[in-house]
């Protein structure tokens, strides 16, 4: 697959069809500011207008995928709507996604937290270790293009 790094219709497409495969409806793809602990917004689907400004940059620990960054494994919350889980905002409930899932991104050779994968639904969920498993693959890829983009300077 070949996506283009700065074109986030690409990348929306991409996250769609992640989206699709696992019947989220919302998905947050961050990547992390060079040289800082902060996630900053890539593209994202089904997040209200209302929570981008709050979601566009993130810093380690704070959030589902501010924790999944931290703690450099993934981070889930089987009802948000019910439970913060200790790593939620109160805001993050204005989503109405209960079920949520963020993996970290890493780098390949550093092991470095590049990034952060995020989906959830709209009913609570207790993702399986092997979806896990599969939304971790995905962010394998989605490093792989990080790398590339940073190896020719983008």
Known sequence: MSIGMNDHSHWNAH????????????????RTAPGTS???????IGVPDALLEKISAIPFGKGIAGAAAERREPVQLCNLQQDLGGVA?????????????????????????????????????????????????????????FEDKAARGD
Do not use: K, W, Y
């Open 15 to 30: 996250l769609s069809g992640i989206l699709a495969e696992f019947g989220c409806q919302t998905g947050t793809l961050h």
């Open 38 to 44: 902060s996630l900053v917004l890539v593209c994202q």
């Open 89 to 145: 905002r109160p805001d993050a409930r204005q989503t109405g996604v209960s079920g949520s899932l963020a993996v970290p991104i890493f780098a390949t050779v550093s092991a470095q937290v590049i990034g952060t994968l995020g989906i959830g639904m709209t009913q609570p969920h207790n993702f399986t270790p092997e979806q896990e498993q599969s939304l971790q693959q995905h962010a394998r890829v989605i490093g792989g293009f």
